[in-house]
């Protein structure tokens, strides 16, 4: 049986995140690295962010707003930045968390000590966000026209219920489902997956949200 997400952030340094088999386990990611782990969490928490755990990772929240949330992986460790069109990245340690994302917004760490020894960056990037986060900033809207396939258009006029719903969803949802629905070769593929989407589209959620 699968684990459940970890709610409390302690569990993240001391058990893992709760998202696969490996949970509690000496194979956890989170052992190879809990040295840079801990590292980033005290540079956090040093710079008067507030703890929680959201997706099942610990996430550090400033003014009301999610500033950097900490992942472990097989091959790495990362500290994601939440709004991170508005980092600038003078450090130049940012990329992309996939190959989807629009700015460049992790640091990824593929050595224990690299956390302690780009500290001075980490902080200034951090402290960036919550200023950004005190002051109500944005990042600027940025008007993509998106590509849906032609089976969800066709869905979507054949539904106006379905209509409504996705375009009430924000950008970055509408555009999971394109996404999504891209990755699949076959038009069946992709008709049976928007009607798998449709609950989902309804909830005002996007394609990989819970």
Not at 12 to 28: I, K, Q, V
Not at 55 to 73: D, K, M
Not at 169 to 197: C, D, E, N, W
Request: net charge neutral; charged share 25%; hydrophobic share 40%.
């Amino acid at each position: 049986m699968k684990p459940a997400m970890i709610t409390n952030p302690d569990d993240f340094f001391s058990l893992g995140c709760g998202r696969c088999e490996r949970f509690a386990t000496a194979d956890c990611s989170t052992r190879r690295w809990i040295e840079g782990l801990t590292a980033l969490r005290r540079i956090c928490l040093d710079e008067g962010l507030a703890e929680t755990a959201k997706w099942g990772h610990p996430c550090y929240v400033h003014a009301g707003r999610n500033i950097a949330i900490i992942g472990a992986y097989r091959e790495s460790f990362r500290l994601g930045f939440m709004n991170a069109a508005l980092l600038k990245d003078d450090g130049g340690v940012l990329t992309p968390s996939g190959p989807n994302t629009r700015h460049p917004d992790i640091i990824r760490f593929t050595e224990n000590g690299d956390a302690v020894r780009l500290q001075p960056v980490i902080a200034a990037y951090l402290k960036q966000l919550m200023l950004h986060a005190e002051a109500g900033t944005k990042p600027p809207r940025e008007d993509h026209a998106l590509q849906l396939p032609a089976e969800l258009t066709d869905a979507l006029d054949d539904d106006p219920e379905l209509a409504e719903a996705f375009q009430g969803l924000t950008p970055g949802r509408q555009r999971s489902y394109v996404i999504a629905l891209s990755s699949a070769k076959a038009s069946v593929t992709r008709i049976a997956r928007i009607a798998k989407f449709r609950n989902r589209i309804m909830a005002g959620k996007g394609a990989t949200e819970l």
